[in-house]
């Protein structure tokens, strides 16, 4: 993409949070670069943002490309509102089994963060779920003809250990049920009874639901923003927003940030935010968040996500540091070396290849060496 192009979509995404300047071209775009931007906002799920900018006048655009805009953000919002109805009949079945779940991500940012819920585009569902209920909520939401995408490695790994686990529908959508925000060290760190202390309730479809109190769902939104390479730009924008819009209570993230050992993501996710877009608010959660000093946890932690050598196997070596207690670790480590016959044909092809891949890493992870970090 052109430096143009590039700078036009970095625009649209941080449209209207305090202390931008989207700087837009003053007439129209030429067809090639409309078309390298228009692809690029569909793909970052910026349309929102983009009528809104049109509507207000402050990006130009022509007939054509004006009505492309619309219509890819009318699917976007049809889309929305097809998913929202789904969590809706989810949270009811749910509710008749006796299941508690926290609305994550998606409609939950969309209605509480954004001034209109129509500039947060999102393209599946995310319910938290306490440990104890993980089983019992798989068991409706699957007896309605959703499948796992992937198998767990033992049974009982997830509902202790996992994340959660991706659940198809036949019509193609999507539920994502967690047990913990992330996969990972910085997953296995968090206390998930702690989330279900607190929440933000907000409404949809006349049922009011709830999500994380703010403090959480912006440690959320960090976590889905930093701790991948290059994350969308919405996942920034969500970042920003929170920060900026939405009321915190410092003194509770500080905490939450000590306690799950996770302060250098929400660092790193407020960084980068504030990179892209341009920002210079020095607000006490962005200055407390520039002058935080890692754990060696985190960098080591933080390292299996972004570093060179980043991948899935290496996040679960170091999840390791984030479990407390022996059997546990035990327990944690086997299911991983000697999990199921179907999960080790569907990964790795053989138990000994997935033994020595794990053995190799163990070998060279820097945290297993304490003289040589």
């Given at each position: 993409?052109n430096?143009?192009?590039a700078?036009?979509?970095?625009?649209?995404?941080?449209y209207?949070?305090?202390?931008?300047?989207?700087?837009?071209?003053?007439?129209?775009l030429?067809?090639?670069?409309?078309?390298?931007?228009?692809?690029?906002?569909?793909?970052?799920?910026?349309?929102?943002?983009?009528?809104h900018?049109?509507?207000?006048?402050s990006?130009?655009?022509?007939?054509?490309?004006?009505?492309?805009?619309?219509d890819?953000?009318?699917?976007?919002?049809?889309?929305?509102?097809?998913?929202?109805?789904?969590?809706?009949s989810?949270?009811?079945?749910?509710?008749?089994?006796?299941?508690?779940?926290?609305?994550?991500?998606?409609?939950?940012?969309?209605?509480?963060?954004?001034?209109?819920p129509?500039?947060?585009?999102?393209?599946?569902?995310?319910?938290?779920?306490?440990?104890?209920?993980?089983?019992?909520?798989?068991?409706?939401?699957?007896?309605?003809?959703?499948?796992?995408?992937?198998?767990?490695?033992?049974?009982?790994?997830?509902?202790?250990?996992?994340?959660?686990?991706?659940?198809?529908?036949?019509?193609?959508?999507?539920?994502?049920?967690?047990?913990?925000?992330?996969?990972?060290?910085?997953?296995?760190?968090?206390?998930?009874?702690?989330l279900?202390?607190?929440?933000?309730?907000?409404?949809?479809?006349?049922?009011?639901?709830?999500?994380?109190?703010?403090?959480?769902?912006?440690?959320?939104a960090?976590?889905?923003?930093?701790?991948r390479?290059k994350p969308?730009l919405?996942?920034?924008?969500?970042?920003?927003?929170?920060?900026?819009?939405?009321?915190?209570?410092?003194?509770?993230?500080?905490?939450?940030?000590?306690?799950?050992?996770?302060?250098?993501?929400?660092?790193?996710?407020?960084?980068?935010?504030?990179?892209?877009?341009?920002?210079?608010s020095t607000?006490?959660?962005?200055?407390?968040?520039?002058?935080?000093?890692?754990?060696?946890?985190?960098?080591h932690a933080?390292?299996?996500?972004?570093?060179p050598?980043?991948?899935?196997?290496?996040?679960?070596?170091?999840?390791?540091?984030?479990?407390?207690?022996?059997?546990?670790?035990?327990?944690?480590?086997?299911?991983?070396?000697?999990?199921?016959?179907?999960y080790?044909?569907?990964?790795?092809?053989?138990?000994?290849?997935?033994?020595?891949?794990?053995?190799?890493?163990?070998?060279?992870?820097?945290?297993?060496?304490?003289?040589?970090?």
């Amino acid at each position: 993409m052109n430096p143009t192009a590039a700078a036009v979509v970095v625009g649209l995404a941080g449209y209207g949070l305090p202390g931008t300047s989207s700087a837009f071209p003053d007439g129209v775009l030429d067809d090639d670069v409309w078309d390298a931007v228009f692809s690029e906002v569909c793909r970052q799920r910026l349309t929102g943002h983009m009528v809104h900018a049109i509507d207000d006048g402050s990006f130009m655009a022509k007939d054509t490309q004006e009505a492309a805009a619309l219509d890819a953000d009318e699917r976007a919002l049809g889309l929305a509102i097809v998913l929202e109805q789904l969590l809706l009949s989810a949270i009811r079945q749910l509710d008749r089994a006796g299941v508690t779940a926290r609305v994550l991500r998606g409609p939950a940012v969309a209605h509480t963060v954004y001034p209109e819920p129509g500039l947060r585009s999102f393209a599946d569902i995310d319910l938290l779920i306490s440990g104890p209920d993980y089983d019992a909520t798989l068991t409706v939401l699957c007896a309605r003809g959703a499948r796992r995408r992937f198998r767990e490695p033992r049974r009982g790994f997830e509902r202790r250990f996992g994340k959660g686990v991706c659940l198809e529908r036949a019509d193609g959508l999507e539920i994502d049920v967690h047990r913990t925000l992330v996969a990972g060290p910085f997953g296995l760190a968090i206390d998930t009874d702690a989330l279900f202390e607190n929440s933000a309730s907000f409404r949809l479809g006349g049922q009011t639901l709830e999500g994380l109190d703010p403090e959480a769902r912006l440690i959320d939104a960090c976590f889905h923003a930093a701790l991948r390479e290059k994350p969308r730009l919405s996942a920034l924008r969500d970042v920003a927003q929170m920060i900026l819009c939405s009321p915190l209570d410092i003194a509770r993230l500080r905490t939450r940030c000590l306690h799950w050992r996770c302060g250098i993501v929400v660092q790193r996710a407020i960084e980068m935010a504030w990179d892209a877009f341009g920002l210079r608010s020095t607000s006490e959660n962005v200055g407390w968040a520039r002058e935080y000093e890692p754990t060696r946890f985190e960098r080591h932690a933080l390292d299996a996500y972004v570093g060179p050598d980043r991948s899935y196997a290496r996040q679960a070596v170091a999840g390791l540091q984030a479990i407390d207690g022996f059997l546990p670790k035990v327990l944690y480590a086997t299911s991983f070396l000697f999990p199921s016959r179907q999960y080790v044909r569907a990964r790795d092809g053989s138990y000994a290849r997935r033994a020595a891949r794990a053995l190799r890493i163990l070998r060279d992870d820097a945290s297993w060496h304490p003289r040589r970090t």
